[in-house]
């Protein structure tokens, strides 16, 4: 009877214990606003006999998320690049590309093609730890792109849509930005605890997230991974190992993002077509950001 007794007063005197592991996760409502923007720097070093080859690829952007539908287990995002900025430079060949989307010159066709990405939307299904189960309308925003280009049916128009989809063909953007959403676990978790998720793609990572702390109002999250890239075109091919580390800071109530951080560093051989099979020792460096720059919510 004592025994019963004293463990009836310690569950009244610490209900904690029972509630310690939290939830984590999205909890959007249909309406809601996200503009996130996201900031990439990738440094690519090729050594070659006599000499070394770098390349320094700058992209910049905004894009806006609209929760258009909920249920109990997913969401229906619609998002769309209201901003992109490119700038590729060359150790050898100086500035390769330099171009603004959000502000076309009228002599600058491939600006003008740029501007197309802009403002399309793209649809989004999303699960509540983040997992990017499809994307759809990628094509749709690429078409649009072949059509302001103006190029005629042929190799150089073929050349140009292959190059789209490689980046923005709905399986690519569900790639690429599944790393800025799928950061949750399965579980409830309490700080310290860790767990594990994968990416795939050209950029495959095994993940190990750790829940360093809540408060009232954020989320920190950090994550380790083991990563590989590859690469398999006709032009080139690149295979590198490497390692990723990721920060998050996401807003308690709606599990969205405040900022991100990841940084990746990877090393192994690329192939170019006119070098026949000669391997290349490779290395590629790189860090993106997210930053929420604005939330609202609409009717």
Known sequence: MEKTLYRLLFLICFPGVL???????????????FTIEQKAEQHITQSLE??????????SGVIQFQVMEQSDSTYLLEF????????????LQGVLLDVHAGEPEARDAQAAIFNALLNTPVQMKLSRQGKILEVVGGEQ???????????????????????????????????SYEQMTYFYPGKPVDKNDQWANRYKGKLEAENTWTLDSLTAERTYISGKANILMTTDEPSNSMRLKGKQQTTVIADRKTGFIREMSVRSDAEGVSTAAQMGSVEIPTTINSIVTYRLIAQKHVQ
């Open 80 to 91: 769309m690049f209201n901003d992109l900025i490119f700038k590729i430079e060359s150790s």
């Open 19 to 33: 509630s310690a592991q939290n939830t984590l996760g999205y909890e959007l409502r249909k309406g809601d606003v």
């Open 50 to 59: 006599d000499t070394s080859h770098e390349l320094t690829n700058r992209v």
């Open 141 to 175: 925003m690429i078409s649009k792109v072949l059509e302001k280009s103006g190029l005629p049916e042929g190799f150089s128009r073929n050349v140009l849509k292959k190059s789209l989809e490689q980046q923005y063909g709905s399986e690519a953007l569900a790639e």
